[in-house]
C-alpha cells in the first residue's frame, strides 16, 4: 500500500469546520480525513487548529478516541502530532465498517481541555 498517493487522493476532499460552543475557549477546527472514502484500516487525521482570532493554534496535546454507536464495541485511540503552525497529525485504525465517530481530545497550553467531534460515516470494508 502507498501512503503517499493515497494521501493526495484524499486531501482536501472532506473539509470541515466546527466553530466553537457559546461557551470555552475559542478554538476553530477543520479536518481533512485520508483516505476517501475512509476504509477499515490505519486512517490519517489531519487538524487544523486557530484560535478566535485565525491565529494557528501551536503547542496543543491532542488525543484521538473513535468510537462506533453499537454496543460491545471497543473504541480504538490515536495521538496526534503538531507538524506546523497549528497543524497536526494522526492517525486512528478504524476496526469495521460503518459510521464512527472521532472524538479529538485537546488540551492547550493553558491546560484547558477541549473536545470536537468528527463524524466519519460508511467507514468502508477493507
Ligand atoms: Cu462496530
Not at 55 to 64: D, E, F, R, S, Y
Not at 103 to 120: A, F, G, S, W, Y
Amino acid at each position: 500500500m502507498s501512503r503517499g498517493s493515497i494521501f493526495t487522493v484524499g486531501l482536501f476532499l472532506l473539509l470541515g469546520c466546527h466553530r466553537q460552543a457559546a461557551s470555552g475557549p475559542a478554538v476553530l477546527m477543520a479536518f481533512q480525513i485520508t483516505p476517501q472514502p475512509a476504509r477499515v484500516g490505519s486512517t490519517e487525521i489531519s487538524l487544523q487548529l486557530r484560535d478566535g482570532n485565525s491565529k494557528p493554534l501551536t503547542g496543543v496535546h491532542i488525543n484521538l478516541e473513535a468510537d462506533m454507536s453499537h454496543p460491545g464495541m471497543a473504541p480504538v485511540f490515536g495521538e496526534s502530532t503538531e507538524i506546523g503552525e497549528g497543524r497536526y497529525r494522526g492517525k486512528i485504525g478504524f476496526t469495521m465498517p460503518g459510521d464512527w465517530v472521532v472524538l479529538v481530545h485537546m488540551t492547550l497550553p493553558d491546560q484547558k481541555r477541549v473536545e470536537r467531534q468528527i463524524d466519519v460515516k460508511g467507514v468502508e470494508a477493507k
